[in-house]
């Protein structure tokens, strides 16, 4: 069974900058997207941004020109390079890759930005 392995996150004061990254662990076939959602505490689950199998990027609008989505095909990764963090991106970051039959998640990782 294929597993999603998010890594990258931690504690960082706003301003700072995090890269979180996630892999598969064996490939997936026929992949349309790749992407990472978050979810603070008390809340529900968001979309923080997405890139297409053809490279399309789509982000959610308190992130944009902040956080920048990225793929590795051959390796079946998703990065998210969050730059500029503010207290309210704390939450914990989860990674989404959808192919043709299902949705993939990963277990989650957390990141707190300190005031």
């Known amino acids: 069974q294929v597993q999603l392995v998010e890594s990258g996150g931690g504690l960082v004061q706003a301003g700072g900058s995090l890269r979180l990254s996630c892999a598969a662990s064996?490939?997936?076939?026929?992949?349309?997207?790749m992407g990472w959602y978050r979810q603070a505490p008390g809340k529900q689950r968001e979309f923080v941004a997405v890139?297409?199998?053809?490279?399309?990027?789509n982000y959610a609008d308190s992130v944009k020109g902040r956080f920048t989505i990225s793929r590795d095909n051959a390796k079946n990764s998703v990065f998210l390079q969050m730059n500029g963090l503010k207290p309210e991106d704390t939450a914990v970051y989860y990674c989404?890759?959808?192919?043709?039959?299902?949705?993939?998640w990963g277990q989650g990782t957390q990141v707190t930005v300190s005031s």
């Open positions: 064996r490939s997936i076939s026929s992949i349309t997207s």
């Open positions: 890139i297409t199998s053809g490279g399309s990027t």
């Open positions: 989404k890759v959808t192919n043709w039959l299902r949705d993939y």
